[in-house]
């Protein structure tokens, strides 16, 4: 290569390798002020929920201070009272003693009298007996004596009166409303007080809340900043690589077994095209003899040169390149799929899997790059007077993994159940054995867990200058348009693999060795996919269309990479425990459970299990979702019923994972005291929170970069009012409860 050649190509990898490393700066920058937001999201939340209780808290005071008052009052007044019968009793008991007194002298006196008149008596009856004297003394004894009487009876009742007066205990009375009222005087300064702090706690708080808030909308911009940024630089990486680098890029698949290689052509710069569609009139005009696309160990980007990949190519290392003719572009670019593992149960037999430039096989979690190595016609190579060929840059870097499977976000429910804490419960299928060696029967078993988030339903709390809303309306773009592009590349594969067998029996008719019917199975095989395919990619189009319209569930920024990132005390480890087959589909379809009898389910299992038996001994998928259908025609006979069933696109994608090995699983958990939120919150009763599952990988270290994290989508998942063990747990509480709390933040 000349030196002219060799600056510019250095000029380029350079530029570049600095665009790529400021973006992955700029990446880095982005990520950590998205956790600064989220953390100050959580810090307002969390003094927001503060506030909230302690609200409730001086509400409460406040109205057990105003009965303390009201009491204290009361108790005043029995205190003056007390004090006013003590007083008034003791002037009575007094009284009735002095009036006691009095009445006895006056009782002696009487008696005295009667006596004296009954001695009177005594002498008249001896000298004027029967005389009218006589009669007149007789009389006034007689009324003498009943005076006397009288007399003694009064003294009686006036000495029990004043007994009486003494018995009553008006000292003890008085000690214990004095009692009382201190009593109630010390309570109503100390309930007082509790209200004062309360008051002061309130308005500290608030004053929290007000100062989160500006600290979070402090982040929501810096974070506003980094995104335009990140775009920026991304964009700019994207525009430098498409004029200087044939604008190479890589696209996993969405199978872990392969990529798609994707370029433009090189064009000669000395030669104007003609005007034409024709691929076959471009071709001939093509410099480009062949294109060699090399897989590279991400560490050795920068020491892997033309050099190198001539040798490659030159020593015949065929596992490490794959070669392409130019007569495969199509409108001026190639797209070439790659695949790093043989497919399983494919009829192409020229596929060829590609190992890295030393050698290596594909390696899950690793990063590589890969270089396009452009080896000239030799005319076109005389016509130029130089003999060099030409070797791209390198790609982007990128890494593939297994990719979890995640719950249906309608399969998660949290309810309460009678006399037991609330629950959390979702059924999903998960493979736990992996190919980590391709090309080599060596399978190993994983333990997958899954931690049960719960996010407070708070979004009117957040109501920022970005808003979450729009912060996941970016990220959710950026989603939708790789999950559009990684489909539409899916289906331009599986065309040229029909191209390709099309043209082997065309080309190969007569053949006593060319399995036709198996080739006809392929492709028919391969067309489902494609309608599959390009149903889902027309949900993703919809999916991307309406996500200008998204309305963020809950109110802060939250995604897979802020919940890897939960400390364990935030989450709780869901339990898992396997079922059958046929109580996965009965459970997750509940028009197929209506409509089963008596000895359906155990038809269902078995049929299942010899599906699965059928597709390991090869057995096509298209004719095996045939007879699935057959065995749930048999199930409902009802055609409307089955027709709906067979509408749900869940249906047969789990049937498929069945067939590839996933198994069901039950996953629980029962929300417990110490329960808290992402935000390692308390859970509060009566408040509405929304349930995540984050899936991980529970393994080696080594094992565990071949994996990825995945996160239900809880943006969907219905929230749920959380009971508290002092609360009412029926099903009929919590149902009024529900129906009892204002429905916020609704799309």
């Known amino acids: 290569m000349s030196s002219y050649n060799d600056n510019l190509h250095s000029s380029v990898v350079s530029s570049l390798n600095a665009q790529e490393l400021e973006l992955q700066k700029v990446k880095a920058k982005q990520d950590a002020s998205m956790f600064s937001l989220y953390y100050a999201q959580g810090a307002r939340i969390t003094a927001s929920e503060k506030l909230e209780v302690t609200s409730e808290k001086y509400e409460y005071e406040q109205k057990v201070n105003g009965q303390a008052t009201v009491d204290s009052d009361i108790s005043t007044n029995v205190l003056a009272s007390a004090n006013n019968a003590k007083t008034y009793t003791d002037k009575s008991v007094t009284n009735t003693s002095v009036a006691a007194s009095n009445m006895q002298i006056a009782t002696n006196a009487i008696v005295k009298l009667s006596s004296d008149t009954g001695s009177i008596l005594s002498i008249v009856s001896a000298g004027d007996f029967g005389t009218e004297i006589y009669d007149q003394a007789k009389n006034a004894a007689i009324l003498m004596d009943n005076t ?35 009593s109630v005087k010390d309570l109503l300064a100390v309930v007082s007080g509790e209200l004062e702090a309360t008051n002061t706690l309130v308005q500290t708080e608030t004053s929290e809340v007000a100062t989160t808030s500006t600290e979070e909308k402090k982040a929501e911009g810096q974070l506003e ?124 037999g020229e596929v060829k899997v590609l190992h890295d430039s030393d050698g290596n096989e594909f390696k899950l979690g690793d990063d590589y790059v890969i270089f396009v190595l452009t080896v000239f016609t030799t005319e076109y190579k005389k016509s130029i007077n130089t003999f060099d060929d030409y070797l791209s840059a390198a790609s982007m870097m990128f890494t593939m993994k297994h990719t979890l499977n995640r719950p249906s976000f309608d399969s998660i429910s949290v309810a309460p159940i009678n006399s037991a804490p609330q629950k959390l419960e979702f059924d999903i299928l998960q493979k736990l054995e992996f190919d980590f060696e391709f090309n080599k029967p060596a399978k190993t078993k994983i333990n997958v867990g899954y931690r049960c988030i719960f996010l407070p339903d708070n979004c009117e709390l957040i109501d920022g200058l970005l808003t979450a809303a729009d912060l996941q309306h970016i990220e959710k773009g950026i989603e939708f348009d790789e999950e559009i592009a990684n489909y539409n590349y899916e289906i331009h594969d599986l065309q040229q693999q029909n191209d390709y067998l099309k043209g082997k029996k065309s080309n190969d008719s007569g053949a006593k060795d060319v399995d036709t019917k198996g080739i006809d199975a392929k492709i028919a095989h391969n067309k489902a996919e494609i309608t599959k395919l390009e149903i889902k990619l027309k949900e993703a189009e919809k999916q991307r269309k309406a996500n200008d319209e998204y309305k963020a569930k809950p109110g802060f920024f939250f ?29 997750k379809y509940p028009i197929l459970s209506k409509e089963s009898k008596d000895g359906d389910a155990k038809k269902l299992e ?45 249906l047969m994608s789990d049937f498929v994972l069945v067939l590839a090995g996933y198994t069901p699983f039950t996953v629980s958990m029962e929300f417990a005291a110490e329960t808290t939120d992402n935000f390692g919150n308390r859970l509060i009763g009566s408040n509405s929170y929304i349930p995540a599952v984050l899936v991980v990988s529970d393994t080696t270290e080594t094992q565990e970069k071949m994996f990825k994290n995945t996160l239900s989508n809880f943006g969907k998942t219905n929230p749920f009012t959380y009971i508290a063990a002092n609360q009412s747990n029926t099903y009929e509480a919590a149902n009024e409860l529900v129906n009892s709390q204002p429905q916020k933040c609704k799309k």
Do not use: W
């Open 148 to 182: 006397a009487y009288v007399a003694e009876v009064a003294s009686q009742k006036s000495m029990e009166s004043s007994a009486s007066i003494s018995e009553v205990s008006t000292k003890t009375l008085v000690d214990k409303a004095t009692v009382t009222d201190t």
């Open 606 to 650: 078995s049929t299942i299990k010899k599906f699965i038996k059928d597709f390991i001994g090869g057995k096509s998928i298209l004719v095996l979702c045939v007879d699935f259908v057959k065995i749930l025609k048999e199930i409902i006979k009802a055609e409307k019923k089955l027709e709906t069933l067979l509408k749900n696109e869940a």
């Open 559 to 587: 995604n897979t990479t802020i919940a890897e990132q939960i400390p364990a005390g935030s989450y709780t480890d869901g339990n898992v425990a396997a079922i059958s087959f046929s109580e996965y589909f009965l459970k």
């Open 225 to 348: 900043d980094l995104s335009v940024s990140y775009r920026a630089t991304r964009d700019a990486y994207k525009l430098s690589n498409s004029q200087l680098n044939l604008d190479l890029t890589v696209l996993p698949s969405i199978a872990h077994q392969k990529f798609t290689a994707s370029f433009n052509i090189y064009k000669n710069p000395f030669h104007l095209e003609a005007n034409t569609t024709d691929d076959k009139s471009t071709a001939t005009k093509s410099p480009v003899d062949s294109y060699y696309v090399m897989l590279v160990k991400e560490s050795q980007r920068q020491t892997f040169t033309i050099n190198n990949a001539e040798t490659i190519v030159n020593n015949g290392s065929t596992l490490s390149y794959v070669k392409i003719d130019p007569s495969d572009a199509r409108n001026g670019r190639i797209s070439q799929t790659i695949y790093i593992s043989q497919p399983k149960g494919t009829e192409l």
